[in-house]
C-alpha cells in the first residue's frame, strides 16, 4: 500500500522557520517528480514547489513566486523522502501542507497530475 506521510508542521511567529518532511513507503518514486502543495480556509489547494526526478536533469526543482527565495525543496532519492525548509514564514504562508507524488518525471504545478497524497499538517504562522 502506498502511503506519504508529511510531518514537521507547528505554530511560529512571523520570521520563523519550519523544516517540512514527507515519508514515502509501498513504492519507490525516484523516477517520479514529488511536490508540495498548501491550502488555507477558504482557498483552491495550490502548488508550492516541485522537484522532478533524479534522471531529469539531475532532479530539477521549481517554486512558486510566493516562496522563491524562502523555500527550499530537497529530496533523498535513496530513502524515498522529501523536505522543506521554510524560512522568513509570513502569516499568509499559514495553511495545511500536503506532500504529493506525481506521474511524471519533470514538475507539473497543477495538483491533477500528482496521484498519491499525505494527509497534510497544520502551518500557523502568527504576526
Do not use: H
Not at 502543495?37 to 477558504?42: D, I, N, T, W
Amino acid at each position: 500500500q502506498v502511503q506519504l506521510l508529511d510531518s514537521g508542521g507547528g505554530l511560529v511567529q512571523a520570521g520563523g522557520s519550519l523544516r517540512l518532511s514527507c515519508a514515502a513507503s509501498g513504492r519507490t518514486f525516484s523516477s517520479y517528480a514529488m511536490g508540495w502543495f498548501r491550502q488555507a480556509p477558504g482557498k483552491e489547494r495550490e502548488f508550492v514547489a516541485g522537484v522532478s526526478a533524479v534522471t531529469w536533469l539531475g532532479g530539477r526543482s521549481a517554486y512558486a513566486d510566493s516562496v522563491k527565495g524562502r523555500f527550499t525543496i530537497s529530496r533523498d532519492y535513496a530513502n524515498n523522502a522529501m523536505y522543506l525548509q521554510m524560512n522568513s514564514l509570513r502569516p499568509e504562508d499559514t495553511a495545511v501542507y500536503y506532500c504529493a507524488a506525481g506521474r511524471t518525471a519533470y514538475v507539473v504545478n497543477t495538483r491533477e497530475f500528482y496521484d498519491y497524497w499525505g494527509q497534510g499538517t497544520q502551518v500557523t504562522v502568527s504576526s
